[in-house]
């Protein structure tokens, strides 16, 4: 079996929309690079637990 992801960020910066374009693709894992124009790495700790939920 094998688990389906997509690069969320290239469909827009927005991560709602993100999510939003992938479940309706039928995608439940995300590969994430960047939010927001944000490389994940940047992130803080309060833009990925409002991510997490």
Do not use: W
């Given at each position: 079996m094998f688990?389906?992801?997509a690069f969320?960020d290239?469909?827009s910066?927005d991560?709602?929309e993100?999510?939003?374009?992938l479940r309706?693709?039928?995608?439940?894992?995300?590969?994430?690079?960047?939010?927001l124009?944000?490389?994940?790495?940047?992130?803080?700790?309060?833009?990925?637990?409002e991510?997490?939920?």
């Amino acid at each position: 079996m094998f688990t389906l992801s997509a690069f969320a960020d290239e469909i827009s910066p927005d991560p709602q929309e993100q999510i939003d374009v992938l479940r309706s693709c039928g995608v439940r894992h995300i590969e994430l690079r960047s939010i927001l124009n944000t490389n994940v790495l940047d992130l803080t700790d309060l833009p990925v637990s409002e991510l997490k939920s």
